[in-house]
């Protein structure tokens, strides 16, 4: 099969393209034929030679997919041959075909095309894990993400406006912010020239944010703390703006806040099977509905994946960035 490969760690053109062996399903697997895979900042990552696939895992990039099951691994009950498929994956997807841990399958929900359903699964298990079970966002709090107008920022957008929560959003630039504000934020910040602490406090009376949802990390630390209401929860989920910071304690402690860090590629199978399961049941029926839906910026060719890259490290998309397969 074609898949894409990195020999040499680099830039985008390190992205190449190869005949690979076509994986078989092991016990508890399936096999599924690619249609579209999600482009990630974790698979940029991964070419530049900075974060690699779990052990035993594919070296393919490529966290999430659409396609079609072809084949059945030992065990698998509850899925069949032919069934049209999103996965959550811990690489591999860059590829014609790859081979999935039943419990990582979710069926393409109504409503939603083949292609545009491998937008869904990454960002969708991502907010749902780290927003709702771990910082448990409720009606009526305040929620802060940063970043709103990429794939994770939508969908959180999208589901924090569905349970009754207030979203204020960052981002860099003013079509970005009117495409979080057409997706339901009710605060905007540029953070290029905006201080969102200060304009997340005015916009809610001093209270702050309850719960923030940060890709940035270390440059962004302080501030995330000094942003956060009492009893607020912190949820760092990226390291763009570095991995060491100052945490002033006494202020966490003040506020009775907490700063919690998480991934979810290396979590094991069970885990992330419950993730799945949990946002098959609570987030499907609102994409079902329409009240949440995948926001496609564009798509490129499997052989285009270097432009794809190009694409996500610019910073000008909106939403998601897929590879079309086939």
């Known amino acids: 099969m074609r898949a894409i490969t990195v020999p040499t760690p680099g830039g985008p053109e390190a992205l190449v393209v190869s005949d690979v062996p076509t994986p078989e399903p092991r016990a508890g697997e ?3 034929r690619v249609v579209a895979a999600g482009v990630n900042r974790a698979d940029s990552m991964q070419r530049q030679g900075h974060y690699p696939p779990p052990p035993g895992e594919s070296e393919v990039p490529g966290l999430e997919v659409s396609g079609v099951v072809e084949a059945l691994g030992e065990g698998v009950d509850g899925w069949s041959v032919g069934d049209e498929v999103c996965a959550l994956l811990a690489g591999g997807g860059y590829a014609e075909h790859v081979r999935v841990p039943a419990g990582q399958l979710l069926p393409v929900p109504a409503g939603v095309s083949l292609e545009d359903a491998a937008a869904l699964p990454e960002v969708a298990c991502t907010v749902w894990s ?23 920022g939508t969908m959180a957008i999208q589901l924090a406006k569905a349970v009754g929560a207030r979203v204020a959003v960052t981002a860099g630039s003013a079509a970005k912010l009117d495409a979080c504000r057409e997706l339901g934020a009710d605060v905007l910040v540029s953070y290029r020239d905006e201080d969102f602490v200060e304009r997340v406090r005015e916009a809610t009376d001093g209270h702050g944010a309850d719960v923030v949802l940060d890709n ?17 929860r912190l949820v760092v989920i990226g390291l763009q703006g570095g991995r060491v910071g100052e945490l002033d304690l006494g202020q966490l402690l003040a506020k009775r806040g907490a700063v919690i860090a998480t991934s979810l590629r290396a979590r094991p199978h069970a885990e992330k099977a ?9 987030v499907w029926p609102l994409v079902e509905d329409g009240t949440v839906r995948p926001i496609v910026h564009s798509r490129h060719p499997l052989e285009s994946a270097a432009d794809a890259h190009r694409e996500l490290e610019e910073s000008g998309h909106i939403g998601k960035i897929l590879l079309t397969v086939g």
Not at 130 to 152: D, K, M, R, Y
Not at 274 to 282: D, G, L
């Open 30 to 32: 399936v096999l599924v």
């Open 130 to 152: 780290n927003v709702f079970l771990t910082a448990n966002l409720q009606p009526g709090e305040v929620f802060l993400v940063h970043g709103g107008s990429s794939g994770i």
């Open 216 to 232: 940035m990390g270390a440059k962004y630390l302080g501030r995330n703390v000094d942003v956060l209401a009492p009893n607020g």
């Open 274 to 282: 419950a993730i799945v399961a949990a946002v098959r049941e609570h």
